[in-house]
């Protein structure tokens, strides 16, 4: 498993992977997104439900399918010690300048869970922006994961984050593909 790097917020562990699929996956994966109906009705978390985003939801018998699907399975399993998730939720988050995205957790207090986001571009330029941004508990921002072209980030649902909206200078969207996970044992 192509670990590029690790880190923790307050003990919260987050893995950035790179390498697990070719591009020509990810090229594919985009090119699907393109042309795909997303849906303005994501919001973030409660008090920001004036501010939805786009995002497209994907059946799971749809997500096990995609090339991303069991490098996902492979990393959660590398990233916990071995234990067992199961995907409960698959979409596909998109993004353009000017849209407000706000932090939030994927998980509710005292609730296991991870999630994994794939960033899904055939190229990126770091002017572009678009990073997700991990803060911790006094809402700091503690750590930064660029959105390189097929690079997987696994964390701990319960760590706030945000993703960036692209910068003005960037014409393309930004995809993050997410998987949600909760223990299989739940």
Avoid at 15 to 22: F, N, P, T
Avoid at 92 to 109: E, K, R, S
Avoid at 127 to 137: I, N, P
Wanted: with cysteine.
């Amino acid at each position: 498993m192509p670990l590029t790097r690790a880190t923790q917020v307050e003990g919260r562990p987050i893995r950035v992977y790179d390498g697990l699929v070719a591009l020509p996956h990810i090229k594919r994966l985009t090119e699907a997104f393109l042309g795909a109906n997303f849906v303005r009705d994501e919001v973030a978390r409660p008090g920001t439900s004036q501010f939805r985003h786009w995002a497209l939801n994907i059946p799971l018998e749809t997500a096990a399918e995609l090339a991303v699907y069991c490098p996902t399975l492979t990393a959660v399993r590398d990233f916990d010690g071995g234990e067992t998730y199961r995907i409960y939720r698959c979409y596909c988050n998109h993004a353009a300048y000017g849209d407000m995205l706000f932090t939030h957790t994927d998980a509710q207090p005292n609730q296991r869970g991870l999630t994994a986001l794939w960033y899904v571009a055939p190229e990126w330029n770091v002017e572009w922006g678009g990073e997700t941004l991990f803060y911790d508990s006094s809402m700091d921002a503690v750590a930064v994961v660029t959105p390189k072209p097929g690079r997987l980030v696994v964390f701990d649902g319960g760590i706030t984050h945000v993703g960036r909206p692209p910068n003005r200078i960037c014409y393309a969207p930004r995809y993050t593909l997410a998987f949600k996970l909760e223990p299989a044992s739940t």
